[in-house]
């Protein structure tokens, strides 16, 4: 059965750097977009940086410079490197799994992990 788990969370302060791990078991890279999301208390669920299978990357505005998405198709995972951290970017932290459309893009993501918690103090 397909699984998705996050770990690397932790509590650092600002400028601090963090690198969140998936391990993607049953996806495969060369069939699923992936990505990571993030959601703070009382937010709503956010997409960070989502890859297709053609290896392109896109992330939002607020960690581009910041946040490198990267996975390693012998070990299945999925990794967000996170530096120059901020208060803002509190939240849990997920990894999700989309098929993919090829040319046409990816499908819903979903899959979800259980998170990993991502705590910057000021």
């Known amino acids: 059965q397909a699984q998705l788990v996050e770990s690397g969370g932790g509590s650092v302060q600002a400028g601090g750097s963090l690198r969140l791990s998936c391990a993607a078991s049953?996806?495969?890279?060369?069939?699923?977009?992936m990505g990571w999301f993030r959601q703070a208390p009382g937010k709503e669920r956010e997409g960070v940086a989502t890859?297709?299978?053609?290896?392109?990357?896109n992330y939002i505005d607020s960690v581009k410079g910041r946040f490198t998405l990267s996975q390693d198709n012998l070990q299945n995972t999925l990794y967000l490197q996170m530096v120059s951290l901020k208060p803002e970017d509190t939240a849990m932290y997920y990894c999700?799994?989309?098929?993919?459309?090829?040319?046409?893009?990816?499908?819903?993501?979903?899959?979800w992990g259980q998170g990993t918690q991502v705590t910057v103090s000021s």
């Open positions: 049953g996806y495969t890279f060369s069939r699923y977009c």
């Open positions: 890859i297709n299978i053609y290896g392109a990357r």
């Open positions: 999700a799994a989309a098929p993919s459309r090829g040319v046409g893009g990816c499908d819903t993501f979903g899959g």
